[in-house]
């Protein structure tokens, strides 16, 4: 059975840092597309970041370039989201989503037509 599974969210201050996990099951993800999107109460869903197959490109939206970065550990099947320098604003539920192989991504939005989601994990960002 395919699944990702969310994990790292909490509650952090402005300015702090977070690392979120993706962790993958019934499927390789080294040479999946991954995208990061995410959803803060009452909005539309946001991408955050896609990296094409084979690490072929990274997109990252405006409202994150700089402060978030993407990663992959193929030999724990997991992509990593790490968040610096977090503002208010990224407040939301943060998920994940992958596309099969050879994909290569447009634009951080790219996660609505993939194959696979995640449930999410929550970040609040707050004093």
């Known amino acids: 059975q395919v699944q990702l599974v969310e994990s790292g969210g909490g509650l952090v201050q402005p300015g702090g840092s977070l690392r979120l996990s993706c962790a993958a099951s019934?499927?390789?993800?080294?040479?999946?597309?991954i995208g990061w999107f995410r959803q803060a109460p009452g909005k539309e869903r946001e991408g955050v970041l896609c990296?094409?197959?084979?690490?072929?490109?990274?997109k990252i939206a405006n409202s994150v370039k700089g402060r978030f970065t993407i990663s992959r550990d193929n030999a724990l099947n997991t992509v990593y989201l790490q968040m610096n320098s977090l503002k208010p604003e990224d407040t939301a539920v943060y998920y994940c989503?992958?596309?099969?192989?050879?994909?290569?991504?447009?634009?951080?939005?790219?996660?609505?037509?993939?194959?696979?989601w995640g449930e999410g994990t929550l970040v609040t960002v707050s004093s």
């Open positions: 019934g499927f390789t993800l080294d040479h999946y597309a």
């Open positions: 990296i094409s197959s084979n690490d072929a490109s990274t």
């Open positions: 989503a992958a596309e099969s192989p050879d994909y290569y991504c447009s634009g951080p939005d790219d996660f609505r037509g993939m194959d696979h």
